[in-house]
């Protein structure tokens, strides 16, 4: 999609008004003209433009001092001089001043086309490299989104389903199960892949600081607002925001984002111009926002505008055959980055993971590879480099119950095969899950020297 160019002419003389602004419609821009400095500032209360061409003299105000005050309300505006009275004193003053560049009358229209393409170019740059920074802090890694249980490969085809629409899309899980990649997957699946990903964490700003972050602000709109400001909402622009733990929100913010979806538009925080909402929203959440709306602590009518589609991201506790997958995964990427030797994950550091039940999710287990790769010695994870291993005395049946007897049995196949849970299962007629869950139930552990 062509980006939409606004450009301002101001200039006292109406031959040159005409004749520019006649060249830059023709090269497909939006034009606009001023005959003063006084005419220029009242434009710019309806519109928003990315150049302007100002004339250096001009009765009342003149270019110079019209520029100061521009690159105060409008940083993000490239400001081209233009004089039939050319001197290197001007010419220095006014790129000292913030001008872009300094041109003088006549004009060859060739040299206008190329210097207006080279500005959108710059500025273009300049937006896409605010939003690498942005996709780079938040460290967002799509491939960390994967799995081979039932539960993921509903997500996955979840995912592929919703990724075609534009409609809002609600993420819920506990905190760890990877809602961002969710919403990242659905992202780069959609029309919209080629546009920004803007995420944003509702719950690490104050109510007034996320009103700025998402809205944007104009200089002077509060005591540190030195200078203007693009809001998320802006920089999301052809693309997607996502509102992650969008249920820490607080009810004045709730109102407003609600104006913000059903009106499509917004204004930055002090700013009189509306702007267009061009962006899908997805937002997640680790709370039952339903209870939330029972408490009053909710929308219900915002609740029903983000919650047209519903997608749950599962613990990992409920999908425990992904954690070999998952667990070579980070381990293969840990080793590379922390330059070290480690190739495979001993069988009784796997048997120990399978057995935990990961309350931090993903996240949790990315972190026990990583502590492993950084603590221990040799080619592969041990038991003993994971955060939560701990040496248990093995369980001594008590009685003749139908549990301990089943539970006996367990312990003899599980030490006839040396806790190998594959040779195990088989004995046992079970598989490796079901084996997994009756360890965990009897509360099991694998000897030290098994």
Not at 146 to 157: E, L, N, P, T, W
Request: proline share 4%; charged share 30%.
């Amino acid at each position: 999609m062509k980006k939409k160019v606004r450009i301002m002419v101001v200039d006292d003389e109406l031959i040159v008004r005409e004749s520019l602004s006649g060249w830059l419609k023709m090269d497909g821009y939006e034009v606009d003209t001023a005959a003063s400095a006084d005419e220029a500032l009242e434009l710019l209360k309806k519109h928003r433009y990315n150049i302007m061409f100002l004339d250096n003299k001009m009765p009342g105000m003149d270019g110079l001092e019209l520029l100061d005050s521009l690159k105060e309300e409008e940083p993000d505006m490239a400001v081209v001089m233009i004089t039939a009275y050319g001197s290197i004193d001007t010419a220095i003053r006014a790129m000292k001043g913030g001008a872009y560049d300094y041109l003088l009358k006549p004009f060859d229209p060739n040299e206008i086309g190329m210097l207006v393409r080279k500005i959108v170019d710059y500025q273009g740059l300049a937006e896409e490299n605010i939003i690498l920074k942005d996709q780079i802090r938040e460290k967002t890694r799509l491939e960390s989104l994967i799995g081979q249980s039932r539960a993921m490969q509903k997500v996955f085809d979840l995912i592929l389903d919703v990724a075609e629409t534009d409609s809002n899309i609600l993420i819920t899980g506990e905190t760890g199960t990877g809602k961002g990649l969710v919403a990242k997957a659905i992202h780069t699946q959609s029309p919209r892949a080629y546009g920004p990903f803007i995420a944003v964490n509702c719950g690490a700003f104050t109510e007034h600081l996320l009103e700025s972050e998402l809205f944007g602000h104009e200089k002077g709109a509060f005591t540190d607002a030195v200078v203007s400001k693009k809001g998320r909402f802006e920089l999301a622009q052809g693309g997607t925001l996502f509102l992650d733990e969008v249920g820490e929100i607080s009810m004045k913010m709730q109102i407003d984002l609600l104006h913000v979806l059903e009106e499509k538009q917004f204004y930055r925080v002090g700013g009189t111009q509306p702007i267009e909402a061009d962006f899908r929203i997805m937002s997640a959440t680790n709370r039952e926002l339903g209870q939330a709306i029972q408490e009053g602590a909710f929308r219900q009518d915002l609740y029903y505008r983000l919650n047209v589609i519903t997608i749950h991201a599962p613990p990992l506790r409920e999908r425990k055959e992904d954690i070999p997958l998952l667990a070579n995964h980070f381990l293969r990427r840990m080793a590379k980055e922390l330059n070290k030797p480690f190739d495979s994950i001993s069988r009784k550091a796997l048997d120990e993971m399978m057995l935990y039940d990961w309350p931090g999710n993903v996240r949790e287990l990315e972190n026990a590879i990583e502590r492993a790769v950084v603590v221990g010695r040799g080619r592969a994870i041990q038991a003993e480099s994971l955060p939560f291993y701990q040496e248990k005395p093995l369980y001594t049946p008590k009685d003749g119950s139908l549990k301990e007897v089943e539970k006996a049995h367990i312990i003899e196949v599980l030490e006839d095969t040396q806790w190998n849970i594959s040779k195990a299962a088989a004995t046992l007629g079970i598989d490796r899950v079901t084996l997994y869950n009756r360890i965990k139930k009897y509360g099991l552990k694998k000897p030290s020297n098994a």
